[in-house]
């Protein structure tokens, strides 16, 4: 076991702790204090001084696409497959896959697999059983047997609403599947978190709102995501929020889709909390490797890009330019969705919570990431790449 102490950075966790030493140890914070120093040890010692620079938790990125997605415009449109250093370099330290709108050409058995090669390359990884369809696609054949039996999986999703791409669930259809991943959290000891796309259907969240009053299911059971997609979406969303739902917001966008009415996940960010919305209810996923689509009013595809785990980072600079406090940003784009989704040694710097840990300049800019105490980037750069 190697240590690494990590000296006089402002550390913020999420809240400022102030000039504070770090010390990571088998893949774990082990010790912090501000006279925190280590003499005469026998074990390999790793010490950064990180004067002038601020220490963060480790993003976590709840909707990435890791094994690809797309292909709305045709096989030739499906979309690559993330590598370690597409997270890593953007200080992602856990990423959440899911399947997106192909469930056919890609599958769970793919993902799976997937995620267990970037935790063997230095990322901590996770899944959403089922897919954009119900009845949902599953390994075991349940969603709740997977979630129970299968340690990667946590929740289920993302299930579409409010699509022309979805299978236009029925209220009870959703209920039962929230249920269904509940259930088989419960007994995991798993979030069992519902994970929805919403597209920009006219019902908006209207679905779920059903689910909940008809049915003993709760709002705090389903995490929709894509909620900064229009200005009425946003509106809806904020008010779920204030009831209590974690709402999230897409980072991945273009000019075009900002054009139609998207609202950047910054400024959905700065509107919620002005709007009165705990920030601990706002979160930010990248959509990574998902296609961007664009369609027209009949529905036909007329322009697809593909989502940046990037901008998740991206998107935290944007905020804090708006003027959104530090802890607020980090919330967003790391402790609400470890929180949301039952991940109670990520998102956060304090002893005995897993060493993915940040270290950016004062602009956020990022210098170096360790995840689970193992260096990925050092001075702005990968040191740690994927197998191929």
């Not at 993003?59 to 979309?79: K, M, Y």
């Not at 170096?368 to 790449?385: F, M, N, S, T």
Request: a negative charge; hydrophobic letters at 45%.
């Amino acid at each position: 076991m190697s240590l690494t102490l990590i000296k006089n950075a402002e550390v913020y966790c999420p809240e400022p702790l102030g000039r504070v030493n770090v010390l990571l140890a088998g893949g774990k914070i082990a010790a912090i204090g501000a006279d925190l120093e280590l003499h005469g040890t026998a074990l390999p010692l790793t010490v950064i001084d990180a004067e002038g620079l601020l220490l963060v938790p480790g993003f976590v990125d709840p909707l990435v696409h890791i094994n690809g997605g797309g292909g709305e415009g045709g096989f030739h449109t499906r979309t690559p497959a993330m590598r370690l250093q597409d997270a890593s370099i953007a200080g992602v330290t856990t990423v959440i896959s899911a399947l997106g709108t192909d469930a056919t050409t890609r599958t769970l058995t793919d993902m799976l697999a997937k995620a267990c090669a970037l935790e063997t390359e230095g990322l901590s990884s996770y899944c959403y059983t089922g897919s954009y369809e119900l009845p949902a696609r599953t390994i075991t054949g349940s969603v709740r047997d997977d979630i129970i039996l299968i340690d990667k999986f946590i929740g289920v999703g993302e299930v579409a609403i409010a699509d022309h791409r979805s299978s236009q669930p029925t209220a009870t259809e959703l209920a039962k599947l929230a249920a269904d991943a509940h259930v088989g959290g419960m007994l995991a000891g798993k979030s069992g978190i519902t994970f929805v796309h919403v597209g920009d259907g006219a019902d908006q969240l209207g679905l779920i709102e059903q689910a909940v009053a008809q049915h003993d299911v709760r709002l705090r059971q389903f995490y929709p995501t894509h909620i900064n997609r229009s200005r009425a979406l946003l509106e809806h969303g904020i008010r779920l929020a204030q009831q209590g739902m974690t709402i999230d917001f897409t980072t991945s966008t273009n000019p075009e889709l900002l054009a139609l009415g998207e609202i950047s996940a910054a400024e959905s960010l700065r509107e919620a909390l002005a709007a009165g919305v705990a920030d601990t209810q706002l979160s930010f996923s990248s959509d990574g490797h998902a296609s961007l689509p664009e369609f027209d009013a009949s529905g036909r595809l007329v322009g697809l890009q593909v989502g940046r785990i990037a901008s998740l980072h991206e998107a935290a600079q944007e905020a804090l330019a708006l003027g959104v406090p530090l802890p607020s940003v980090l919330r967003a784009i790391s402790g609400n969705a470890a929180r949301t989704l039952g991940l109670g040694q990520k998102g956060k710097i304090s002893v005995g919570a897993d060493a993915d840990l940040v270290l950016t300049s004062h602009d956020f800019a990022i210098r170096h990431v360790w995840a689970r105490g193992r260096q990925l980037v050092q001075d702005g750069e990968c040191i740690v790449h994927s197998h191929f």
